[in-house]
């Protein structure tokens, strides 16, 4: 069975950087798109970005300047960073795959790990 | 970028009827990379429909997706308890996801 975990601290200070990891058991971290999704409270969910298991990364065009993806596939985690937090950055984040429908949709997620902006 | 605009915001349905879910796009979408999910609180979105039609692995058959172009609909029909949610539709295009900003639906 696959399983996401997303793991990071659950408070930043503003200004400074949020770092987040996801680790994936019961498959292979290769052939496949690893994405970050975030929802803040009371609103929808945005789509952060994404990192293809050789490294390649796609950012969404609102966050391209504040955002960094890796990959670690002997570690199986992907790690998202980012820099310059504000409150509006508190929210839920999902690390995501499409691993059952080849890519086509999110169909495996983590169960998501709430990150607060507060000082 | 292209925007999908989710309708009603809300609906209030009882058990046993159907419920009829709107998803129009700012522009044509590729029915490939259309796809639905069920967002419970405190839960992970749950995919329900990919490819505009095609039911993910576990969806039960009372839901259903249909569409092309920029008009696609998610039809749950003989609603239950259990199908309280918020539901969002998705699209892939030029290297880039978006979701419509959903729509609640109540079982009274």
Redesign the interface.
């Known amino acids: 069975q696959v399983q996401l975990q997303e793991s990071g601290p659950g408070l930043v200070k503003p200004s400074e950087t949020l770092s987040l990891t996801c680790t994936v058991s019961g498959a292979s971290i290769s052939s496949y798109y690893w994405?970050w999704i975030r929802q803040p409270p009371g609103k929808?969910?945005?789509?952060i970005g994404?990192i293809y298991y050789i490294g390649s990364t796609?950012y969404?065009?609102s966050l391209t300047s504040r955002v960094t993806m890796a990959v670690d596939t002997s570690m199986k985690q992907i790690s998202l960073k980012l820099n310059s937090v504000t409150a509006e950055d508190t929210a839920v984040y999902?690390c995501?795959s499409g691993i059952?429908?080849g890519n086509?949709?999110?169909?495996v997620?983590?169960?998501?790990t709430m990150v607060t902006v507060s000082s | 970028e292209i925007v999908l605009t989710q309708s009603p915001g809300t609906l209030s349905l009882s058990p046993g009827e159907r419920a009829t879910l709107s998803c129009r796009a700012s522009q044509s979408v590729s029915s490939t990379y259309l796809a639905w999910y069920q967002h419970k609180p405190g839960q992970a979105p749950r995919l329900l429909i990919y490819g505009a039609s095609n039911r993910a692995t576990g969806t039960p058959g009372r839901f259903s997706g249909s569409g092309s172009g920029t008009d696609f609909t998610l039809t749950l029909s003989r609603l239950e308890p259990e199908d309280s949610a918020v539901y969002y539709c998705q699209q892939y295009d030029s290297s880039r996801y978006t979701f419509g900003q959903g729509t609640k639906l109540e079982i009274k």
Do not use: R
């Open positions: 994405h929808g969910l945005e789509w994404n796609t969404n065009p999902y995501a059952l429908t086509l949709a999110f169909d997620w983590g169960q998501g």
